[in-house]
C-alpha cells in the first residue's frame, strides 16, 4: 500500500475521534505499523541511493512518516485510555 493510501487511511481513522470501538483501534494500530514498516524500509534504501536529489526527497518522505506516524500515536493512546475508561466504568 502506498503511503499516500496509508495518510488517507490514517486520517479517516483519526477523525472517528473519542466514539472509536476496538475495531477502529486495532485498524488504527495496523496503519501505524504499516507506516513504521515503510519508514524502514525508506531508512534502508537511503543508503544505497546515490544521488543527491533522490536522498533528499527519501529523507522529505522520512520525515512526512515521522510526522505522521507520531500524531496517530498519539491519538492511538488517547483513544485507547478512552476504550479502558469506558471498560472500566460499565463494569
Do not use: P
Not at 481513522?13 to 525508506?42: F, M, P, S, T, Y
Not at 518522505?61 to 485510555?81: A, F, H, M, T
Request: proline share 0%; hydrophobic share 35%.
Amino acid at each position: 500500500m502506498t503511503n499516500a493510501r496509508l495518510f488517507e487511511k490514517l486520517g479517516k481513522l483519526l477523525d472517528i475521534g473519542a466514539d472509536a470501538d476496538k475495531k477502529h483501534i486495532k485498524k488504527l494500530r495496523k496503519v501505524l505499523q504499516k507506516l513504521k514498516k515503510n519508514q524502514k524500509e525508506l531508512v534502508a534504501s537511503l543508503d544505497q541511493v546515490k544521488g543527491e536529489h533522490e536522498r533528499r526527497k527519501i529523507t522529505q518522505d522520512i520525515e512526512v512518516l515521522k510526522l505522521q506516524r507520531k500524531k496517530g500515536v498519539k491519538v492511538y493512546k488517547e483513544l485507547k485510555q478512552a476504550a479502558a475508561k469506558r471498560e472500566s466504568t460499565t463494569e
